[in-house]
Protein backbone atom coordinates (compact mmCIF):
# COMPACT_ATOMS: atom_id res chain seq x y z
CA UNK A 1 0.00 0.00 0.00
CA UNK A 2 2.71 2.29 0.80
CA UNK A 3 4.13 1.35 -2.75
CA UNK A 4 0.93 2.72 -4.50
CA UNK A 5 0.77 5.82 -2.24
CA UNK A 6 4.37 6.90 -2.64
CA UNK A 7 3.80 6.02 -6.94
CA UNK A 8 0.70 7.96 -7.32
CA UNK A 9 2.33 11.11 -4.70
CA UNK A 10 4.81 12.75 -7.73
CA UNK A 11 1.98 12.50 -9.93
CA UNK A 12 -0.56 14.26 -7.67
CA UNK A 13 1.73 16.99 -7.08
CA UNK A 14 2.68 17.47 -10.62
CA UNK A 15 -0.71 17.62 -11.32
CA UNK A 16 -1.30 20.43 -9.61
CA UNK A 17 1.55 22.62 -11.44
CA UNK A 18 -0.84 23.56 -14.10
CA UNK A 19 -0.98 26.98 -15.53
CA UNK A 20 -4.83 27.61 -15.34
CA UNK A 21 -4.05 30.52 -12.35
CA UNK A 22 -2.37 32.52 -15.43
CA UNK A 23 -4.29 34.36 -18.21
CA UNK A 24 -3.01 34.61 -21.35
CA UNK A 25 -2.21 38.18 -22.33
CA UNK A 26 -4.57 39.54 -25.08
CA UNK A 27 -3.09 40.49 -28.42
CA UNK A 28 -2.45 44.03 -29.82
CA UNK A 29 -4.35 44.85 -32.23
CA UNK A 30 -2.90 45.29 -35.55
CA UNK A 31 -2.96 48.77 -37.25
CA UNK A 32 -5.92 49.15 -39.67
CA UNK A 33 -5.13 49.99 -43.34
CA UNK A 34 -7.89 52.02 -45.01
CA UNK A 35 -8.64 51.92 -48.80
CA UNK A 36 -7.80 54.70 -50.74
CA UNK A 37 -10.41 55.44 -53.63
CA UNK A 38 -8.25 56.28 -56.92
CA UNK A 39 -5.14 54.71 -55.31
CA UNK A 40 -2.43 55.34 -52.26
CA UNK A 41 -1.83 58.43 -50.63
CA UNK A 42 1.22 58.23 -49.46
CA UNK A 43 3.74 59.96 -46.61
CA UNK A 44 5.36 61.12 -48.95
CA UNK A 45 2.81 63.79 -49.45
CA UNK A 46 3.41 65.30 -45.63
CA UNK A 47 6.81 64.23 -44.96
CA UNK A 48 9.22 67.63 -45.87
CA UNK A 49 6.56 69.70 -46.26
CA UNK A 50 6.21 73.17 -44.79
CA UNK A 51 2.85 73.51 -42.30
CA UNK A 52 0.85 76.04 -44.81
CA UNK A 53 1.50 72.60 -47.08
CA UNK A 54 -0.42 70.56 -44.62
CA UNK A 55 -2.83 73.05 -43.95
CA UNK A 56 -3.91 73.19 -47.63
CA UNK A 57 -4.22 69.33 -47.70
CA UNK A 58 -6.04 68.94 -44.50
CA UNK A 59 -7.78 72.06 -43.98
CA UNK A 60 -7.19 74.21 -40.44
CA UNK A 61 -5.50 72.02 -37.40
CA UNK A 62 -7.25 70.41 -34.52
CA UNK A 63 -3.71 72.39 -32.65
CA UNK A 64 -1.16 74.30 -33.93
CA UNK A 65 1.88 73.97 -30.70
CA UNK A 66 4.84 75.61 -30.87
CA UNK A 67 7.73 75.29 -28.84
CA UNK A 68 10.69 77.25 -29.76
CA UNK A 69 11.76 76.48 -33.56
CA UNK A 70 9.49 73.09 -33.26
CA UNK A 71 5.63 72.89 -34.31
CA UNK A 72 3.66 70.84 -33.89
CA UNK A 73 0.18 70.51 -36.36
CA UNK A 74 -2.74 67.98 -34.97
CA UNK A 75 -5.32 67.30 -37.65
CA UNK A 76 -8.26 64.56 -36.86
CA UNK A 77 -11.32 63.64 -38.32
CA UNK A 78 -13.95 60.67 -37.47
CA UNK A 79 -11.21 57.86 -39.06
CA UNK A 80 -7.77 59.32 -37.11
CA UNK A 81 -5.59 62.08 -35.39
CA UNK A 82 -2.67 62.75 -37.29
CA UNK A 83 0.41 64.87 -35.19
CA UNK A 84 3.01 65.96 -37.91
CA UNK A 85 6.12 67.49 -35.68
CA UNK A 86 8.44 70.09 -37.81
CA UNK A 87 11.81 71.23 -37.38
CA UNK A 88 13.58 73.78 -39.03
CA UNK A 89 16.21 72.91 -41.52
CA UNK A 90 19.00 75.41 -41.60
CA UNK A 91 17.44 78.63 -41.32
CA UNK A 92 14.75 77.53 -43.41
CA UNK A 93 11.45 77.55 -42.60
CA UNK A 94 10.20 74.73 -40.13
CA UNK A 95 9.44 71.57 -42.49
CA UNK A 96 7.61 67.81 -41.12
CA UNK A 97 10.62 65.47 -40.43
CA UNK A 98 8.00 63.04 -38.50
CA UNK A 99 4.23 61.62 -38.44
CA UNK A 100 2.95 59.92 -35.90
CA UNK A 101 -1.46 58.61 -36.27
CA UNK A 102 -4.05 56.76 -33.99
CA UNK A 103 -7.34 56.19 -34.32
CA UNK A 104 -10.08 58.03 -32.69
CA UNK A 105 -10.43 55.51 -30.10
CA UNK A 106 -6.26 55.54 -29.46
CA UNK A 107 -6.20 52.36 -31.75
CA UNK A 108 -3.01 52.02 -33.79
CA UNK A 109 -3.35 52.98 -37.62
CA UNK A 110 -1.26 53.23 -40.28
CA UNK A 111 0.38 56.64 -40.92
CA UNK A 112 0.00 56.62 -44.81
CA UNK A 113 -3.70 55.63 -44.22
CA UNK A 114 -4.06 58.07 -42.11
CA UNK A 115 -3.18 60.68 -44.67
CA UNK A 116 -5.31 59.54 -47.01
CA UNK A 117 -8.69 59.23 -45.01
CA UNK A 118 -7.51 63.16 -43.56
CA UNK A 119 -7.17 63.61 -47.16
CA UNK A 120 -10.84 62.28 -48.88
CA UNK A 121 -12.56 64.80 -46.47
CA UNK A 122 -11.01 67.69 -48.77
CA UNK A 123 -11.48 66.44 -51.91
Known amino acids: MKRIAFAILPGLLLAGCGGAGVAPRPAR???VPIPIPGGVAGLDRVM???????????????ADVREGNARKLQFGNAICVLDAYLYPKGRGEPIVTYVDARQTNGS?????SCVGALSLGRR
Do not use: T
Open 29 to 31: AAP
Open 48 to 62: GQPGGALIGLFGQPL
Open 108 to 112: PIDRA
